[in-house]
């Protein structure tokens, strides 16, 4: 099991650092009039490389998630205790959603949306983890619950 937690961890570092590389060369490529507003999203969602991307980042969180239920934290240390009553499965999600934490305006938002080939950071947190069984497991939510996304419509790649 140990073996596998590593090479999952090793897998999903790898599918992060190609999301990087395909969003980054896809959104170069966007030409100059295409940049802003919903022509900017549009063309990017014709780009085949984009979606690479979004599908790689989507496959390292799984990877990720995957190889902390296996044990990959036992490669260097035993088991962490809990903290400030999370668990370390929790605290891998908080984690993950705190990168994207932010409190922005409406305006803001527009703009955002207006300019940036990504989406808005509360659903690039909430969009993934709703699709995890691994994240309702960690915080025992329920069917039905806004962070559970049913599983009919759940996007499962890997």
């Known amino acids: ?11 999903a570092a790898a599918l992060f650092a190609v999301a ?13 009039d295409r940049v802003g ?3 900017l999203v549009l063309t990017l969602a014709r780009r085949p490389l984009w979606w690479v991307g979004t599908l790689a980042d989507v496959g390292g969180y799984a990877a990720q998630a995957a190889a902390l239920g296996l044990g990959s934290l036992l490669l260097v240390q ?14 891998f999600f908080l984690a993950y959603a705190h990168n994207w934490a932010t409190n922005i305006r409406p305006e803001y938002a527009r703009f955002l949306v207006s ?17 995890m069984p691994q994240f309702a497991e960690a915080f025992q939510c329920k069917v ?15």
């Open 37 to 39: 507003g919903l022509r």
């Open 115 to 131: 300019q940036d080939p990504h989406p808005l950071s509360k659903f690039r947190a909430n969009g993934p983890l709703s699709n």
């Open 144 to 158: 039905g619950s806004p962070m559970v996304r049913p599983e009919a419509k759940r996007c499962q790649i890997w």
């Open 1 to 11: 099991m140990i073996a596998l937690a590593a090479a999952l961890a090793l897998v």
């Open 20 to 32: 990087a590389v395909a969003q980054q060369r896809a959104a170069a490529a966007v030409p100059k």
């Open 78 to 91: 035993p088991r962490p205790q809990n903290i400030d009553g999370f668990t370390p499965e929790q605290r």
